[in-house]
């Protein structure tokens, strides 16, 4: 009997309580059982985009207390910054005045530090039969999906692994890095490091063809997403949280669905194996937000609430 297959997942668990022994959380396999106590593989569950509105008005637990007095103290505020559409409809969900929400994107400094060292960046795409460069930078953690993308290549076809170079740059890599090891054979080429400094990005994902951010929890705005357009790589990243308020499919980067090894698997190898869309996804990255644009943006915000205006009324100027 062929067992069904999984469903998308919208929510892992009723948010009107705290997590018990028995729950399953996303960031450790969203929803999965536990392989190593069955022995089999494990079947990962997709996530959706979004959560599902809390579940009535419940204030039985200590946590739906608590999180019913956060939310009546922001609904008492002038403003409430989200910092992606999916903060913003995440507040609206929970309880929080529509009216109050002001949506503004957060900003990097990673341009102007990739603008001062050029030489760190490709400028021009690579040759079509040249190794791909797929980059992941920042943490090893269940949350960001390092072993989700390790799974999708294990799954690759040989010419599809045979034309791709890795590139890991995490924290934390030490208690996965055997398993990336396994995968050197089968790559055209391997790079690992570990921690690393923010000075040392550009050099890090600068001429890579791909990065990826393949996040497994609802990411509010990820700045991987951000470092990596800002030194011109294009993205595929989960289609979850706030990352893709920052992708737009077939213009900057790509995404897939959350949670989910096949898409990831299918997104990667269109990547690798067609050179036309690696060069356009490349010309199609825009000049990133920068710290001092986005500082300017919160000043506005903070003199709008001063004046009295409406949140609205950003929309005006």
């Given amino acids: 009997m062929r067992a069904p297959k999984p469903q998308p ?87 929080v005045r529509a009216d109050l929400i002001e949506t503004i994107t957060i900003g990097t400094d990673m341009g102007d530090l990739a603008r001062r060292n050029p030489q760190a960046l490709r400028h021009a795409p690579a040759a079509p039969d040249a190794p791909v460069g797929v980059v992941f930078i920042g943490y090893n953690n ?34 996965i890095a055997g398993r990336i090891r396994r995968l050197e054979a089968r790559l055209a080429r391997l790079t690992v490091s570990g921690e690393y400094a923010r000075e040392d990005v550009p050099w890090l994902v600068g001429d890579a063809d791909l990065g990826v951010v393949p996040s497994v929890w609802w990411d509010n705005g990820p700045q991987t997403v951000l470092e990596m357009l800002a030194c011109g790589v294009p993205v595929l990243g989960a289609n979850l949280g706030g990352i893709p308020d920052f992708i737009e499919p077939g213009v900057n980067g790509l995404l897939f669905d959350g949670n989910d090894t096949n898409d990831l698997c299918a997104q990667l190898r269109r990547v690798v194996l067609d050179h036309e869309l690696r060069v356009r996804l490349r010309a199609g990255i825009r000049q990133i937000k920068s710290m001092v644009e986005h500082a300017g943006e919160i000043e506005s915000l903070y003199a709008r609430c001063l004046a009295g205006q409406s949140p609205q009324a950003r929309q005006a100027v």
Avoid: W
């Avoid at 419940?58 to 009546?72: F, I």
């Fill in 142 to 175: 269940r949350a960001k999906g390092l072993d989700l993308l390790l799974e999708a290549l294990e799954r690759s076809d040989p010419g599809v692994l045979a034309r791709v170079h890795l590139r890991v740059h995490a924290l934390g890599i030490d208690s």
């Fill in 9 to 95: 997942v919208n929510t892992p668990r009723d948010l009107s309580r705290p997590f018990d022994a028995g729950d399953t959380d996303p960031r450790d396999g969203s929803g999965r059982e536990d392989s190593s106590r069955r022995g089999d593989t494990p079947t990962r569950v997709p996530i959706n985009a979004d959560l599902l509105p809390v579940a009535g008005e419940r204030t039985t637990t200590a946590y739906a207390r608590r999180r019913q007095a956060m939310v009546d103290a922001l609904n008492q505020c002038d403003r409430v910054h989200a910092v992606s559409r999916f903060v913003a409809r995440t507040y609206e969900r929970m309880g």
